[in-house]
Protein backbone atom coordinates (compact mmCIF):
# COMPACT_ATOMS: atom_id res chain seq x y z
CA UNK A 1 0.00 0.00 0.00
CA UNK A 2 2.88 2.63 1.22
CA UNK A 3 4.69 1.73 -2.57
CA UNK A 4 1.25 2.74 -4.44
CA UNK A 5 0.84 5.58 -2.26
CA UNK A 6 4.39 6.95 -3.05
CA UNK A 7 4.07 6.79 -6.94
CA UNK A 8 0.68 8.23 -6.96
CA UNK A 9 2.47 11.09 -4.72
CA UNK A 10 5.76 10.97 -7.31
CA UNK A 11 3.05 11.24 -10.29
CA UNK A 12 1.73 14.42 -8.84
CA UNK A 13 4.46 15.78 -8.01
CA UNK A 14 5.25 15.34 -11.42
CA UNK A 15 2.83 16.86 -13.12
CA UNK A 16 2.88 20.04 -11.22
CA UNK A 17 6.18 20.53 -11.81
CA UNK A 18 5.61 20.16 -15.28
CA UNK A 19 2.45 22.49 -15.72
CA UNK A 20 4.51 25.31 -13.85
CA UNK A 21 7.82 24.58 -16.42
CA UNK A 22 4.89 25.08 -18.91
CA UNK A 23 3.46 27.97 -17.80
CA UNK A 24 6.70 29.89 -16.55
CA UNK A 25 9.00 32.11 -18.88
CA UNK A 26 12.03 29.68 -20.64
CA UNK A 27 14.60 32.75 -19.51
CA UNK A 28 15.17 34.50 -16.49
CA UNK A 29 14.24 38.12 -16.92
CA UNK A 30 11.62 37.25 -19.45
CA UNK A 31 8.40 38.89 -17.48
CA UNK A 32 7.59 42.33 -18.40
CA UNK A 33 8.53 44.58 -15.60
CA UNK A 34 6.63 48.06 -15.45
CA UNK A 35 8.82 51.30 -15.43
CA UNK A 36 8.86 54.81 -15.87
CA UNK A 37 11.35 54.39 -18.57
CA UNK A 38 8.48 52.20 -20.51
CA UNK A 39 6.23 55.34 -20.02
CA UNK A 40 9.00 57.50 -21.20
CA UNK A 41 9.60 55.87 -24.80
CA UNK A 42 5.58 56.97 -25.32
CA UNK A 43 5.95 59.66 -24.83
CA UNK A 44 9.16 60.56 -26.20
CA UNK A 45 8.06 58.96 -29.18
CA UNK A 46 4.92 61.23 -29.00
CA UNK A 47 7.28 64.52 -28.82
CA UNK A 48 9.73 63.44 -31.59
CA UNK A 49 10.60 60.96 -34.80
CA UNK A 50 11.52 57.67 -33.95
CA UNK A 51 14.44 56.80 -36.36
CA UNK A 52 16.78 53.28 -36.48
CA UNK A 53 20.86 53.66 -36.56
CA UNK A 54 22.50 50.93 -38.57
CA UNK A 55 26.12 49.79 -38.61
CA UNK A 56 25.82 47.12 -41.62
CA UNK A 57 29.36 46.15 -41.12
CA UNK A 58 28.64 44.50 -37.67
CA UNK A 59 24.75 44.00 -37.95
CA UNK A 60 23.57 46.01 -35.02
CA UNK A 61 20.89 48.29 -34.79
CA UNK A 62 19.31 50.88 -32.47
CA UNK A 63 16.41 52.61 -32.57
CA UNK A 64 16.17 56.24 -30.89
CA UNK A 65 13.99 59.12 -30.72
CA UNK A 66 14.75 62.33 -31.96
CA UNK A 67 13.26 66.07 -33.01
CA UNK A 68 14.09 68.69 -35.77
CA UNK A 69 17.69 69.99 -33.09
CA UNK A 70 18.82 66.36 -33.08
CA UNK A 71 22.52 66.08 -34.79
CA UNK A 72 23.86 63.30 -36.63
CA UNK A 73 27.18 63.91 -34.21
CA UNK A 74 24.81 62.93 -31.73
CA UNK A 75 23.33 59.77 -32.72
CA UNK A 76 26.89 58.82 -33.57
CA UNK A 77 27.99 59.34 -29.98
CA UNK A 78 25.15 57.43 -28.46
CA UNK A 79 25.26 55.08 -31.07
CA UNK A 80 28.92 53.94 -30.17
CA UNK A 81 28.64 53.87 -26.73
CA UNK A 82 25.18 51.50 -26.85
CA UNK A 83 27.85 49.03 -29.29
CA UNK A 84 30.76 49.81 -26.98
CA UNK A 85 32.69 51.33 -29.91
CA UNK A 86 33.58 54.31 -28.18
CA UNK A 87 37.55 53.07 -27.78
CA UNK A 88 39.86 56.52 -27.62
CA UNK A 89 41.79 55.23 -30.71
CA UNK A 90 38.38 54.85 -32.80
CA UNK A 91 38.40 58.77 -34.12
CA UNK A 92 35.05 59.60 -34.88
CA UNK A 93 36.40 61.50 -38.06
CA UNK A 94 36.14 58.20 -38.90
CA UNK A 95 32.95 57.05 -39.05
CA UNK A 96 30.12 58.43 -41.92
CA UNK A 97 26.91 58.71 -41.42
CA UNK A 98 24.51 58.14 -44.60
CA UNK A 99 21.09 58.08 -44.87
CA UNK A 100 19.81 54.50 -46.02
CA UNK A 101 18.33 55.72 -49.36
CA UNK A 102 21.48 57.64 -50.50
CA UNK A 103 24.89 56.09 -49.35
CA UNK A 104 27.17 58.29 -51.98
CA UNK A 105 27.57 61.28 -49.49
CA UNK A 106 27.77 61.57 -45.50
CA UNK A 107 25.36 63.89 -43.73
CA UNK A 108 26.61 65.73 -41.05
CA UNK A 109 25.06 68.51 -38.53
CA UNK A 110 21.21 68.56 -37.91
CA UNK A 111 19.49 65.30 -39.43
CA UNK A 112 16.20 67.73 -40.40
CA UNK A 113 18.36 69.42 -42.67
CA UNK A 114 19.03 66.26 -44.73
CA UNK A 115 15.72 64.69 -44.50
CA UNK A 116 11.68 65.12 -44.00
CA UNK A 117 11.03 64.19 -40.28
CA UNK A 118 8.39 61.52 -40.13
CA UNK A 119 7.03 58.36 -38.03
CA UNK A 120 9.06 55.40 -38.31
CA UNK A 121 7.55 52.84 -40.91
CA UNK A 122 8.02 51.10 -44.07
CA UNK A 123 9.85 54.23 -45.43
CA UNK A 124 11.17 55.96 -41.92
CA UNK A 125 14.41 57.08 -41.80
CA UNK A 126 17.15 55.13 -41.15
CA UNK A 127 21.06 56.23 -40.80
CA UNK A 128 24.21 53.72 -41.56
CA UNK A 129 27.14 54.38 -39.97
CA UNK A 130 29.96 53.21 -41.27
CA UNK A 131 33.95 52.84 -39.74
CA UNK A 132 36.06 54.04 -42.83
CA UNK A 133 39.14 55.29 -41.47
CA UNK A 134 41.11 58.22 -43.46
Same mark, same amino acid.
Given at each position: ?5 F????? *?A?? *???? #? ?17 A???? #? ?5 ? !??? %????? @?????? #?? @?? !? ?6 ? %? ?7 ? @? ?24 ? @?????? %? ?7 ? !? ?8
Amino acid at each position: MARSSFGALAL *AATA *AWLL #VATLSPAFAGTRAQPSLAARGDR #VGRQAGS !EIM %LTAPS @IGGRYR #VI @ID !ESTTVESC %LTKFRKIFE @IDQDFLLDSDFNVYLKEDESKPISGK @IADHTK %LRPWGPDGI !ELHIYYEPK
